[in-house]
């Protein structure tokens, strides 16, 4: 029998997205009350931290978040913004629900129809300003369409993200 080859090298989807914060509180607020997913369990890695959920059964930790140890950085505290990532994208369902949870919570979005295509989008900041794309099929969703005014459409590289004004979400 002749020896196994090694599987051919390719990636299979994306894992996880970790994020540093300086909130553990606010940012997990963020991600399960703003978001929907779930907080589940977390190795204790002796540091504090989260790991968020797809809330399906079995659904995967797709965000980890870790707070102090190793999210510090050498100013003693984590950094904020995207730096060279600009976002990180999800697949979701209930675009108006998304914008009244934004509202309700106070916090700033923008909106985009991706050309071309049937694709919805929801722009909004964590609470560290890490910038998250939600996506829609537009053709599964509901009522009116995102709302392309100005002010209100997303602008690629146009920050919206002011920390100052976050509203306090733990």
């Keep these: 029998m002749p020896p196994s080859q090694p599987p051919e090298p390719i990636v299979a989807g994306l894992f996880h ?11 997990v607020a963020f991600y399960t009350r703003i978001l929907g997913l779930r907080n589940g369990f977390r190795p204790d890695f002796g540091y504090p931290g989260a790991w968020l959920y797809v809330p399906f059964a ?21 950094p904020s913004g995207t730096a060279a990532i600009d976002h990180v ?10 914008v009244a949870r934004f509202k309700e919570a106070g916090l700033p979005w923008r909106e985009f129809l991706v050309p071309g295509t049937t694709l919805w989008q929801l722009f909004v900041y964590d609470p560290s300003g890490l910038q998250c794309e939600l996506t829609f099929e537009g053709e599964n969703e509901g009522g009116a369409p995102p709302d392309m005014s100005p002010g209100r459409a ?11 004004t976050y509203p306090k979400l733990s």
């Design 58 to 78: 079995g659904g995967p930790a797709i965000m980890h978040i870790y707070a102090g140890g190793p999210a510090l950085g050498a100013e003693g505290r984590a």
């Design 154 to 164: 997303y602008v690629a590289g146009s920050s919206f993200f002011d920390p100052a």
């Design 89 to 98: 994208s999800l697949a979701c369902r209930g675009f108006h629900g998304y």
């Design 17 to 27: 997205v970790a994020v540093k914060t300086n909130d553990l509180a606010a940012t």
